[in-house]
């Protein structure tokens, strides 16, 4: 019988279940920034039924049997930290420049006849910058430091780590926020009819950052964060 019930967290749901976050997504469902909340509260505050979310969810269970061989959340923190910055850092690396020029093109394009066009070039080359400067951060000095203290947690590590954790955290909300509006301001990533080929590339596009960015942050806040927290 599954251990998952409505008045288990959103985020705990996530990190024992990692498929589910396709299901908060298509829900809008916060399992990252704000997925700290029990499942019934976070499906009444989207006017869900708690029910029909969690059957969803156990539906979605019966077909993971054996996902914990697989689940990044049961990788040790060395694991963990080295798939992080392989596939979600090294990932933005290589997506992001490449994602710039059709923003651009279609912005300037399009623009004229679908003002919010506009915004989303803002939207997307202020989070250009601050993924990027996050993730080389992570990557250059806060990562070395998490490894050693969950190795050795002294308490000068301890007080190190505490202010560079709630750092990270904020930058993780704020892109949150960014990547939020930008669904809301294009109706769920949904292009016009008329749209042409790189218009709905680039809403494709913008859709698969969003759902590898929220992972990409729970896998943090809810996995690494969480096991840090329990060593401080």
């Given at each position: 019988?599954?251990?998952?019930?409505?008045?288990?967290?959103?985020?705990?749901?996530?990190?024992?279940?990692?498929?589910?976050?396709?299901?908060?997504?298509?829900?809008?469902?916060?399992?990252?920034c704000g997925g700290k909340i029990?499942?019934?509260?976070?499906?009444?505050?989207?006017?869900?039924?708690?029910?029909?979310?969690?059957?969803?969810?156990?539906?979605?269970?019966?077909?993971?049997?054996?996902?914990?061989?697989?689940?990044?959340?049961?990788?040790?923190?060395?694991?963990?930290?080295?798939?992080?910055?392989?596939?979600?850092?090294?990932?933005?690396?290589?997506?992001?420049?490449?994602?710039?020029?059709?923003?651009?093109?279609?912005?300037?394009?399009?623009?004229?006849?679908?003002?919010?066009?506009?915004?989303?070039?803002?939207?997307?080359?202020?989070?250009?910058?601050?993924?990027?400067?996050?993730?080389?951060?992570?990557?250059?000095?806060?990562?070395?430091?998490?490894?050693?203290?969950?190795?050795?947690?002294?308490?000068?590590?301890?007080?190190?780590?505490?202010?560079?954790?709630?750092?990270?955290?904020?930058?993780?909300?704020n892109a949150g926020r960014l990547?939020?509006?930008?669904?809301?301001?294009?109706?769920?990533?949904?292009?016009?009819?008329?749209?042409?080929?790189?218009?709905?590339?680039?809403?494709?596009?913008?859709?698969?950052?969003?759902?590898?960015?929220?992972?990409?942050?729970?896998?943090?806040?809810?996995?690494?964060?969480?096991?840090?927290?329990?060593?401080?």
């Amino acid at each position: 019988m599954s251990s998952l019930t409505i008045d288990t967290r959103v985020s705990d749901i996530v990190t024992a279940l990692p498929q589910s976050a396709d299901l908060f997504r298509n829900l809008r469902i916060d399992y990252c920034c704000g997925g700290k909340i029990p499942l019934k509260e976070a499906a009444e505050q989207r006017n869900l039924n708690p029910e029909e979310v969690l059957s969803s969810i156990h539906s979605i269970e019966e077909k993971q049997e054996n996902r914990m061989s697989m689940d990044p959340s049961s990788f040790g923190e060395k694991t963990l930290v080295a798939y992080i910055k392989e596939k979600y850092h090294d990932g933005l690396r290589d997506e992001l420049p490449m994602l710039a020029p059709y923003i651009t093109k279609v912005a300037r394009v399009h623009g004229e006849n679908y003002p919010h066009l506009l915004r989303v070039q803002e939207i997307f080359k202020t989070l250009r910058a601050e993924l990027l400067d996050h993730t080389d951060d992570e990557d250059q000095n806060v990562f070395p430091i998490i490894l050693e203290f969950l190795t050795n947690p002294t308490p000068e590590l301890k007080e190190q780590l505490k202010p560079l954790v709630s750092e990270l955290e904020a930058e993780h909300d704020n892109a949150g926020r960014l990547l939020y509006e930008l669904r809301e301001i294009t109706d769920n990533f949904t292009p016009p009819e008329e749209a042409c080929g790189t218009y709905r590339l680039v809403y494709a596009r913008l859709e698969q950052l969003e759902k590898e960015t929220f992972e990409h942050v729970h896998l943090e806040n809810n996995v690494l964060f969480e096991r840090i927290a329990k060593a401080l």
